[in-house]
């Protein structure tokens, strides 16, 4: 537990001294999503429909475009070996560096998605579900992105493998987040996705982990 | 007394042998000298000997226990310097310093007790408790300064040359103390001060109880090593395919 807490310290402190990395998702979110009232024009029932959609797709390209960072950097410069040598089991070293991946890609995010609801005339119904909705699945992004990220380490030229292993495991995140959103948007009850969701969570904080550290040994061997 | 052994230990990297038959001992307090020319395995076997390599064939031993049925009770006990010094350019010396410390520090307990017990077995057990006595954050000062990072300690990892972070990463080896170190080439980049440190350092360890093994190229001044030549365990040449 308290190496847990020692590896999410480090590294928000490193996302904090390169705080241009952490703006680089949030900054993607937005302005990807501001591209949609240009292109589909400005009729506020078609922004309003198309919502819920627009907004789980562009954050979950955002959460890709944080990913080859993950475990690169600790790969080059001879951390992740120190990592693995380390009382710490790495399972648990995994799970600290995807926290702390949320907090600084997920949580992000998520504070800037009113701002979009906004843009795209959401109604305030929605706002809170599609809150909810992706306090849920953005950790099972980041989940199921460490072990992409790991898979690909060894792999030349890996960070464009990452979006072929992980966008096909992305699909039921962005089903039941969406469907959680528009459930609440239409006056139907949100609580089966996001209940499906939360299921989606607990499963991958297991299996994450243990998936990803297997993969980083074998990068490492 | 046989402390860590490696018995009849094959390498292969890529479809090709590296290394076969190789075999050694190492009591507490020992040292062990690799040599051999570039690419006989050096590296390869200190990696085997960490753990991050799965031997092709032959067992690792620590206290006649294979080591693979307890790797994080390895890792716990021992300090790994590679070919890269971990050092994170936006961390200053001294955060750098304190975050591979204190991922050791939380399971130093278990850790411990098996070094204890060995340094009891070699009779340099008096050693042990002054560590303690420092604690946590004076062992990290001691570490500091013993390579002369004292005046760096708030420079940030980006500035450093690579000598002084090799110095960082050597470190590391006091900032929590370990019963085996496995060195690859420790010495590169180092000035002639920094080398001598490092052999003070090593033979503190080894006063200590600790067991160190060394790869090396340059002269580093360790009495009565054990030498080991990989050069002679490289196996023959492949016949020549005759169709």
């Known amino acids: ?221 | 007394m046989t402390l860590f052994e490696g018995r009849n230990l094959d390498c292969r990297r890529g479809g090709r042998d590296v290394f076969a038959g190789l075999s050694f001992e190492l009591p507490a307090g020992g040292a062990l000298l690799l040599t051999g020319a570039n690419g006989s395995g050096k590296s390869s076997l200190l990696r085997m000997l960490a753990g991050l390599l799965r031997p092709a064939g032959g067992a690792i031993l620590w206290d006649g226990q294979p080591v693979g049925e307890d790797p994080g009770a390895h890792a716990a006990r021992l300090h790994y310097l590679g070919h890269l010094d971990a050092v994170k350019p936006v961390l200053s010396v001294r955060e750098n310093l304190r975050f591979w410390a204190s991922l050791r520090e939380g399971a130093e307990g278990q850790g411990a007790e098996g070094d204890g017990a060995t340094a009891e077995d070699a009779g340099g057990g008096e050693a042990v408790p002054d560590d303690s006595v420092l604690g946590e954050s004076g062992r990290l000062e001691a570490a500091l300064d013993h390579f002369a990072l004292g005046d760096l300690a708030d420079v940030a990892g980006r500035l450093l040359s690579a000598g002084q972070r090799r110095r960082l990463a050597l470190a590391r080896l006091l900032a929590q103390p370990a019963a085996l170190w496995l060195l690859d080439e420790p010495s590169v980049g180092l000035d002639h001060a920094s080398v001598g440190r490092l052999a003070a350092a090593i033979a503190g360890h080894r006063a200590r109880g600790g067991s160190v093994i060394v790869a090396t190229h340059t002269a580093l001044d360790l009495p009565d090593a054990l030498p080991l030549s990989l050069d002679a365990l490289a196996p023959p040449p492949l016949p020549e395919m005759i169709w």
């Open chain 1, 1 to 221: 537990m308290k190496g847990l807490v020692i590896v999410i310290g480090r590294d928000l402190r490193l996302a904090l001294r390169q705080s241009a990395d952490a703006w680089l998702a949030v900054l993607f979110f937005v302005l990807t999503a501001t591209l949609f009232p240009f292109g589909v024009g400005p009729e506020a029932a078609t922004l309003r429909q198309i919502a819920p959609g627009v907004i789980w797709v562009v954050a979950l390209l955002a959460v890709l475009l944080s990913l080859e960072r993950l475990f690169l950097a600790d790969f080059e410069d001879g951390s992740l070996e120190q990592l693995l040598l380390s009382p710490l089991p790495l399972e648990v070293a995994v799970l600290g560096k995807v926290a702390a991946h949320w907090l600084t890609t997920g949580l992000p995010l998520i504070a800037a998605a009113p701002l979009l609801a906004l843009l795209f005339h959401m109604e305030p119904a929605g706002l809170l579900t599609l809150l909810l909705a992706m306090l849920l699945g953005t950790p099972v992004l980041s989940l199921i992105g460490a072990v992409g990220a790991a898979l690909t380490l060894g792999a030349r030229r890996g960070g464009v493998l990452i979006p072929l292993l992980v966008l096909p495991l992305y699909i039921p995140p962005l089903i039941f987040g969406v469907g959680a959103t528009e459930s609440a948007l239409s006056g139907l009850s949100a609580r089966p996705d996001l209940l499906l969701l939360g299921a989606l969570l607990l499963v991958m904080l297991l299996v994450a982990p243990l998936a990803a550290a297997a993969a980083l040994r074998q990068a490492l061997e």
